[in-house]
Structure formats: structure tokens, C-alpha cells
């Protein structure tokens, strides 16, 4: 069965943030960012950051739940 329901969340816009984190894409990479971001409404940059700030929360609260020994991730 399948929904048609949206699994992604989206980010909500925040205070002003003065720092940066640069990395390097593919031009295929940067492509289905630039897709997903538009499909989304929001841009790359936003996409990004919401979807890297969710796993970082992801792994704090499992590390928080004793899931991650001596913090070091399963990854």
C-alpha cells in the first residue's frame, strides 16, 4: 500500500547563522539536491542543512539512549 504522504519535513527559517560548511558535489549530486530542494520549495542550501541538523539530533539522541558506545557512530 502506498501513501501519499510527504516522509520529509521541512525546514522553517531561523535566526541569522554566521557560520558555513562548504562541501563538494558531483555535478549529478548537486543536480538531485538542487531537484529535491525545488520540489520541496525550499533551496539547496536550506534542504541541506535541515537534513544534516536531523541526523546530528538523530545520533545525540541515541547516543543519549545508550546506543552508541563511547559515542562513536554505527556509521
Do not use: I
Not at 504522504?5 to 549530486?29: A, C, I, V
Not at 539547496?44 to 538523530?58: D, G, K, N
Amino acid at each position: 500500500m502506498t501513501s501519499n504522504t510527504n516522509p520529509l519535513t521541512l525546514p522553517t527559517r531561523e535566526l541569522r547563522r554566521t557560520k558555513s560548511l562548504n562541501m563538494r558535489l558531483s555535478e549529478t549530486e548537486r543536480a538531485a539536491v538542487d531537484k529535491l530542494a525545488e520540489m520541496q520549495g525550499v533551496t539547496a542550501s536550506e534542504l541541506a542543512r535541515h537534513f544534516l541538523l536531523q541526523a546530528v539530533a538523530y545520533y545525540n539522541r541515541k547516543v543519549q539512549a545508550g546506543g552508541a558506545a563511547n559515542g562513536q557512530s554505527e556509521w
